[in-house]
C-alpha cells in the first residue's frame, strides 16, 4: 500500500516535542552549573536517548580535551573508575535499572557523581547521598528529552574545565532555528517527508561517517520507537569490511535500504570511502538515499541530523497509522526486568531431619 493512501494518524503531543528540541537545548546549555574539577576520567552512564546523548558530547570533545571521555551502555562500570572518575548518570525518568546499578557502583567506589533526571529513584537516592543533581523538567517522552539532556552535558564539560562545548553549542542555537523551519513537519515541500516515503515499507540501515555517527543511532532508535519499525545503523568505514557482502549478495536486500548520512565537510579520504560505500551499492543494484548534512563544525551538523531523522520517523509514524507516543512494549520489558532484578534471592531449602 503507498503511503499515500494509508490512512494517517498524528500525535501532536509527540510533534510539539520534537518541535521544543532546539529550545530545551538552550535551557540547558545556559543553565548555572557548579561542577567538580578534580578528575582524570569522565564517565556518562545511561541507556537509550541518554547514552546517545553522551556519544554525542564525546564526540565534540574528541579532539580537544586530554581527559578521556567514555559513554557506559551497561549494568556495570569499569572496573578502572576510582576517586578521581567524575560518573555523569543519567536517567530521564530516574528509574533506569541499569543506571541505578551504575550509580550504586560509582558511589561504592567513591567516584564523584553527577545525576540527570526528571525524578524518580535516581534523584532521591542523589538527594540523599548529597551528590550534585540536575532535574530535568517532567512530563515528556524520555527520548524527547534528548534536547536537555545534550545541553546539559555539554554544559557539565564546560563547567567542569573542558572544552567550550556550551559556548560553541549556543552560538549555534539561530543556525538550528532557522534549520528546523526548513524541515518543519507541516511543510509540503519538508525533506522529512521525502526521506520518509522512500523508507516506508522497507528496513532501513543508517549508515554515517565520523561526527554523524552518533546521529545515526538516534535515527534508528526514533524510527524504533515512533514508527514502530525495525531500521539498524552502521559507521563507515567499518560496514565496508563486513555488511557490504551482505547488502550485494543477499536476496533479502530488496527488503532494506542503505541511508547514508553524508558530511561535505568530512576529510577527504572520509568522504571517498563514503562516496566507494554508495558507489558499490549502486554497481549491486541496491537503491540507497542519501542525505547531506550541513553545518559549521561536527557537533552543529549532529545535531541537525538528530532534528532531520527525528521529523522523518514522524512521517514514518504517520505512514504506518502508528501512535509515535505509544511504547507499550519497552514499558512491558522495563516492568519486567524492575521486577527481576528486584527480586529476592529465595530461601534455602531447609534441610530435612534424619529419620530417628
Same mark, same amino acid.
Given at each position: ?88 548518570? %543519567?536517567?530521564? $525518568?530516574?528509574?533506569? #535499572? ?5 550509580? *550504586?557502583? !560509582? +558511589? ?102 565520523? %561526527?554523524?555517527? $552518533?546521529?545515526?543511532? #538516534? ?5 524504533? *520507537?515512533? !514508527? +514502530? ?102 514499558? %512491558? ?14 530461601? !534455602? ?8
Amino acid at each position: 500500500m503507498s503511503p499515500k493512501n494509508k490512512q494517517h494518524t498524528e500525535s501532536k503531543e509527540m510533534i510539539q516535542e520534537v518541535d521544543r528540541f532546539v529550545d530545551s537545548l538552550s535551557k540547558a546549555a545556559k543553565a548555572k552549573l557548579k561542577m567538580p574539577t578534580e578528575f582524570n576520567k569522565l564517565c556518562f552512564c545511561g541507556m537509550g536517548a541518554s547514552a546517545m546523548s553522551g556519544d554525542i558530547i564525546a564526540d565534540a570533545a574528541l579532539t580537544s580535551w586530554d581527559i578521556p571521555v567514555h559513554v557506559i551502555r551497561s549494568t556495570g562500570i569499569p572496573s578502572w573508575t576510582d576517586e578521581l572518575t567524575l560518573i555523569v548518570a %543519567s536517567s530521564y $525518568s530516574g528509574n533506569t #535499572r541499569e543506571t541505578l546499578m551504575m550509580y *550504586e557502583q !560509582a +558511589k561504592a567506589k567513591g567516584c564523584k557523581i553527577v545525576a540527570m533526571a526528571a525524578g524518580g529513584e535516581l534523584r532521591d537516592r542523589c538527594l540523599k547521598d548529597g551528590n550534585t543533581l540536575i532535574v530535568m523538567p517532567g512530563e515528556m517522552q524520555p527520548r524527547s528529552a534528548v534536547g536537555y539532556t545534550i545541553g546539559y552535558l555539554a554544559n557539565i564539560i564546560e563547567a567542569a574545565g573542558g572544552p567550550k562545548i556550551r559556548t560553541e553549542m549556543t552560538r549555534m542555537l539561530p543556525a538550528l532555528r532557522k534549520y528546523r523551519e526548513s524541515i518543519w513537519t507541516r511543510s509540503p515541500d519538508s525533506p522529512a517527508k521525502d526521506i520518509a516515503e522512500k523508507l516506508y515499507g522497507i528496513v532501513p540501515a543508517i549508515y554515517a561517517t565520523g %561526527s554523524l555517527s $552518533s546521529a545515526a543511532i #538516534r535515527w534508528k532508535n526514533q524510527i524504533n *520507537e515512533n !514508527a +514502530k519499525m525495525i531500521a539498524f545503523n552502521g559507521a563507515i568505514p567499518e560496514m565496508n569490511h563486513n555488511e557490504i557482502v551482505g547488502w550485494s549478495e543477499c536476496i533479502l536486500r530488496s527488503k532494506c535500504r542503505p541511508v547514508f548520512l553524508c558530511e561535505d565537510e568530512a576529510p577527504d579520504p572520509v568522504k571517498r570511502m563514503m562516496n566507494e560505500s554508495i558507489d558499490v551499492m549502486r554497481a549491486s543494484g541496491v537503491d540507497s538515499v542519501t542525505v547531506r548534512i550541513e553545518g559549521h563544525t561536527g557537533l552543529e551538523r549532529s545535531l541537525k541530523a538528530i532534528m532531520l531523522g527525528d521529523y522523518v520517523s514522524l512521517f514514518l509514524a504517520a505512514m504506518n497509522g502508528v501512535d509515535p507516543m505509544e511504547v507499550e512494549t519497552i514499558k %512491558s520489558f522495563k516492568q519486567r526486568l524492575s521486577a527481576l532484578l528486584g527480586r529476592k534471592k529465595p530461601p !534455602a531449602p531447609k534441610k530435612k531431619k534424619a529419620d530417628a
